[in-house]
């Protein structure tokens, strides 16, 4: 229980934001201690890659999903058998 009331209070500072309506959808809670939003270029290029990381990612265990589901090995238990 401790540990749900711990992440419970992390969501406060979104949940004020979200009752005072500055929240967009985009993610931007207006962390930024290293100040990489700065340059808008850079921003959009980031996200981009991010974007294209997040994607390639899901791709990936997509696959190793359908690559269970059709031999019934795991990804670790079939390159052990190689």
Partial sequence: WQVLFFV???EVPF???L???????TGNLGFDPLGLRQ???????NTLK?????????????GM???YFLT??????FITQI
Avoid: Q
């Avoid at 340059?39 to 290029?45: G, H, M, Q, S």
């Avoid at 991010?50 to 997509?62: F, Q, Y």
């Fill in 8 to 10: 419970g209070l992390l």
């Fill in 39 to 45: 340059d808008e270029e850079e921003l959009a290029a």
């Fill in 15 to 17: 949940l004020l934001n």
């Fill in 50 to 62: 991010e974007v294209k990381n997040g994607r390639l990612a899901m791709i990936a265990i997509s």
């Fill in 72 to 77: 019934g090995k795991g990804p670790i238990e």
């Fill in 19 to 25: 009752r005072n309506g500055s929240v967009d959808g």
């Fill in 65 to 67: 999903t359908h690559h």
